[in-house]
């Protein structure tokens, strides 16, 4: 086993490989490898073994997966910096060699010119060419003697200034741990260790580090980064002949070009920090957490004509009205009795009073990139329910998924398609179109332990309906607004209870959202949507609950959370990013 420890003597700066305006954590091992490359090129023919340090390098690119240990740390909020260019080597000569030469030619044909109205034609075109010299020249923050060649400003004051951003964090623990299961050979270890002792930066040149390999983890700490192929975190490695490519790379860049490092992905699963004790955590025993049925937003040339394939997650619960319909339609059709657990309604057609089937549009949100736009749609059966209820509702599925191929209009959609597309007419939106997944999917919001995971704090994506009116939360009398938002917690506080959930420490009601890219409570059509005599509308309202112990999802509060309304997202922190061994 090799383990190198990396201690950061300060804050740890580095940005993330897609997105400049935010720090790298945990360092990626590709990162490292980098890293000791440096040292290496750097010190070659002086301190280090050429031909070891080599072979060391290759062996540690053509290692299997690190684990890695590294600790909590908290991020510094970013901002722009414009600071003078530096490396003057940076600037693009050419535009300026070529305007230079465009003025020197027009000069040679002004000198010879013997016709006035030539000349005064060849003046003009001199005076424009000159303009645009300086210009250029000051684009590229040069000045301009035309006797000379274009000479770089030497004062910082006269360079040119890039917008810079310097994300990093501060961990809690200084120290990172990277830990190969293979035994390098003796020589190879030894020439690790001598690149890993000169290494003095791991990432931007503030970043500062001392570095070695050690012989084993200090007592009380553990690995909590593992690869793991079901992994939810994404981090780059090194690809064998990592050192090759990155000098055939420098030949082109010269270190001064825009260079992409070369890196192969692994996917990381994240334990709780070896700090942490595991703790408890409360069991969902309402909705099965485990055995969803998820449809995705399909794509192809017929569903990216229709106007509902990009629909807004303000329309979550009537699409989640209409294919519950579209399910209770084809059942019909195929003379199946669907269960009490699916429909919500007793054989007599009164309605039941156990939890059924909850039908949960998926939003992209709680991303820096989140758009909110529906990808797909699940369908949660309650704890407890069946198998003979479970295949009653796949029976429905395939009688919709059966008229679906003979549809004549879906034809082309359909066509070398083992699982046919469904089509959930939406109005005058068009048609959203669904598939039916059958394997486990690369995005994430179509995870189920996306709304699953085990947290402390929960927000809500879609807003939760509220039992019953807590008065008017728009008051301007502080007093009624004070007294109706209290209502509108305590009603919070009731569905958790009737969700069987412990008592949250914490909520807070907003109309405004509470997870990004989520649109206000307002935006959401009203619910329910077919108003009836004695059944007065419910009050819309995001919410963030916080409990004192982990609480597995899924999360559906408030009176709409079989039809999307009430869908909670756990959101991660410094406590609820704990997850028990057995979680």
């Excluded at 090799?2 to 804050?11: A, D, F, K, N, P």
């Excluded at 050979?185 to 570095?211: E, T």
């Excluded at 319909?325 to 009073?353: I, W």
Aim: with cysteine; net charge neutral.
């Amino acid at each position: 086993m090799l383990t190198i420890e990396v201690e950061y003597l300060g804050r740890a700066t580095a940005t993330q490989f897609n997105d400049r305006r935010v720090a790298e954590w945990p360092p990626h091992p590709a990162r490292l490898h980098s890293a000791l490359v440096a040292v290496y090129e750097e010190g070659r023919g002086d301190v280090l073994d050429d031909a070891g340090s080599r072979d060391a390098l290759e062996w540690l690119a053509g290692a299997s997966a690190p684990a890695l240990y590294a600790s909590e740390a908290s991020r510094r909020a970013v901002h722009t910096h414009f600071v003078p260019v530096n490396d003057t080597t940076v600037v693009n000569h050419a535009p300026i060699h070529n305007a230079l030469a465009k003025v020197h030619a027009l000069e040679g044909e002004l000198s010879s010119a013997t016709d006035d109205r030539q000349a005064r034609k060849l003046a003009r075109k001199l005076d424009t060419a000159n303009k645009r010299l300086v210009a250029t020249a000051r684009h590229q923050g040069c000045a301009v003697d035309k006797s000379k060649e274009p000479s770089l400003e030497i004062l910082p004051e006269h360079r040119k200034k890039q917008a810079r951003t310097f994300p990093s964090v501060t961990p809690e623990d200084p120290r990172v741990y990277w830990i190969w299961p293979e035994d390098p050979p003796p020589s190879v270890a030894r020439s690790i260790d001598a690149l890993a002792r000169c290494l003095v930066r791991l990432g931007h040149s503030s970043s500062l580090v001392r570095a070695r390999c050690v012989q084993a983890l200090p007592d009380g700490v553990r690995p909590n980064w593992f690869p793991d192929p079901e992994g939810e975190h994404f981090l780059r490695l090194p690809l064998p002949g990592q050192l090759e490519r990155l000098e055939t790379l420098y030949i082109q860049h010269q270190g001064v070009e825009p260079r992409v490092l070369p890196f192969r992905w692994e996917t990381y699963r994240r334990e709780e920090p070896a700090h942490y004790e595991p703790s408890p955590v409360h069991r969902q025993r309402v909705f099965d957490p485990e055995e969803w049925i998820v449809f995705e937003r399909a794509e192809g040339p017929s569903a990216r004509r229709d106007n509902a394939r990009h629909l807004p997650m303000s329309r979550a619960a009537d699409l989640a009205r209409r294919m519950r319909d579209a399910l209770l339609y084809f059942a019909d059709q195929a003379e199946l009795a669907l269960p009490e657990s699916v429909t919500g309604h007793r054989p007599d057609g009164s309605r039941s009073d156990r939890p059924h089937m909850a039908v949960l549009p998926l939003p992209y949100v709680g991303s820096q990139y989140a758009d909110g736009k529906l990808r797909g749609v699940a369908l949660v059966m309650p704890r407890g329910a069946s198998s003979e209820d479970t295949r009653a509702l796949l029976k429905s599925i395939g009688a919709w998924e059966d008229a679906a191929r003979r549809d004549e209009r879906m034809a082309a959609l359909n066509e070398d398609l083992d699982i046919p597309t469904l089509p959930v007419h939406m109005g005058r939106a068009g048609v959203f179109h669904l598939t039916r997944l059958l394997d486990r999917t690369n995005m994430r919001t179509l995870r189920v332990e996306r709304w699953t995971r085990p947290a402390r704090s929960w927000r809500s994506v879609t807003p939760v309906a509220l039992d019953r009116n807590p008065g008017h939360l728009f008051s301007r009398d502080p007093v009624k607004a004070r007294r109706a938002s209290s209502e509108a917690e305590s009603i919070i506080r009731s569905a958790c209870a009737r969700q069987h959930l412990p008592e949250p420490v914490e909520v807070t009601v907003s109309f405004a959202p509470v997870v990004t890219a989520t649109p206000p409570a307002s935006a959401f059509q009203p619910f329910p949507a077919v108003q009836r005599p004695g059944k007065p509308r419910r009050v819309l309202v995001h919410i963030a609950v916080r409990f004192d112990v982990l609480v597995e999802g899924p999360l559906l509060l408030g009176a709409g959370r079989y039809l999307g309304l009430g869908l909670l997202l756990p959101v991660p922190d410094a406590l609820s990013a704990e997850v028990a061994h057995d979680a």
